[in-house]
């Protein structure tokens, strides 16, 4: 697999007392996306997700997909969270 996962993340809320989230706080992954690998790289994400969206806001995955046949391109603990449009492409 030549795709790279990328996490489409929640904004980002500012309270009352500060514009910015405390360090070292985590935003909640809102849909698990797949995009090509840039040209050049096996790392870095490509500009745009299998299902067309823009990856520049998105964070890449550290999570590398088994080789295994029938094992899913996506971590587990965000299978309720993948984006059905990258997921219909991938089982392709």
């Known amino acids: 697999m030549s795709e790279i ?3 489409e ?3 980002a809320v500012a309270t009352r007392s500060s514009a910015a989230p405390p360090s070292g706080a985590q935003r909640r992954v809102r849909k698990v996306h797949a995009a090509p690998a840039a040209p050049g790289s ?3 994400a490509g500009p745009r997700t299998l299902c067309g969206k823009d990856t520049f806001a ?3 995955a ?6 295994h046949p029938g ?3 996506y971590p ?3 299978a309720s969270v993948v984006c059905p449009d ?3 492409v991938l089982a392709i």
């Open 5 to 7: 996962v990328v996490y």
């Open 9 to 11: 993340l929640d904004k």
């Open 42 to 44: 096996r790392t870095a």
């Open 58 to 60: 998105m964070e890449t």
């Open 62 to 67: 550290g999570w590398k997909p088994s080789g």
């Open 71 to 73: 094992a899913p391109w």
């Open 76 to 78: 587990a603990e965000h």
């Open 86 to 88: 990258c997921d219909a």
